[in-house]
C-alpha cells in the first residue's frame, strides 16, 4: 500500500508541475496576457475572438486576437490622447452596423473585449489616416517597448519587434494554410 501512495503522490507531483509548465507566464490560471500588470484572461480572449467572428465574418486567431488586446491596452489611453476616442456605446453601435450591413443579426450584449478590439481597429483606421499618424503610432511603439508584456505561451511568443507570434511546435506537421491579417493590424 505505501508503495502505491508514492506512486499517486509522485504522480500528483508530476501532474502538478505540468500545469505550472502548461499555465507559461501566467501568475493566474486562465491568462492570455498582462500588460503592466493588467491581466486580459483566456476567457476574454476567447469571447473576442469568436464574437468578432459572429459580427463580422472575419475569421482570426486567439492569437492575433490576444496581440490586438495587448496593443488595445497600450493605445487605448494614446489614442484618446490625441482625440481619437470612442466611447463603449459609439463602439457597439458601429459593430451593430457592420453587422446588420452585412446581412447578420444585430449582436446583443458584446463583452467588454470585443469592444476594445473594435475602438483599437476603429482608433488605428482613423489615426492611420491623420496627418500625425506616425507620431501617433511611433507613440505605441515605444510604449509597447517600455511596457512589461507576457504572453500565455498558448498564445504565441513576442517576436523582436514584439508582435506576438504564434507558437509553432516542430513535432506538429501541419499543411501550409493563409493566415488572416490580423484585426485591425
Known amino acids: 500500500m505505501t508503495l502505491r501512495r508514492s506512486r499517486l503522490a509522485r504522480c500528483a507531483v508530476a501532474l502538478a508541475a505540468a500545469g505550472a509548465a502548461a499555465a507559461g507566464c501566467s501568475a493566474q490560471p486562465g491568462t492570455a496576457a498582462t500588460v503592466d500588470g493588467t491581466r486580459i484572461s483566456e476567457n476574454a480572449v476567447d469571447d473576442a475572438t469568436r464574437e468578432w467572428v459572429e459580427v463580422s465574418g472575419q475569421q482570426v486567431s486567439a492569437s492575433q486576437v490576444a496581440h490586438t488586446l495587448v496593443q488595445a491596452e497600450l493605445f487605448e489611453p494614446i489614442a484618446r490622447e490625441h482625440g481619437f476616442g470612442y466611447s463603449d456605446q459609439q463602439v457597439t453601435q458601429t459593430l451593430t452596423d457592420v453587422a446588420t450591413s ?18 483599437f481597429v476603429l482608433q488605428q483606421g482613423e489615426i492611420a489616416q491623420s496627418p500625425e499618424a506616425d507620431r501617433i503610432l511611433g507613440q505605441l511603439g515605444e510604449a509597447t517597448d517600455q511596457a512589461e508584456i507576457e504572453v500565455n505561451p498558448r498564445y504565441g511568443t513576442r517576436d523582436a519587434a514584439g508582435q506576438i507570434v504564434p507558437t509553432s511546435y516542430d513535432w506538429i506537421h501541419r499543411q501550409p494554410e493563409e493566415t488572416p491579417a490580423p484585426p485591425g493590424g
Open 102 to 119: 452585412q446581412g447578420r443579426p444585430a449582436p446583443g450584449s458584446l463583452s467588454p473585449a470585443v469592444v476594445d478590439l473594435a475602438r
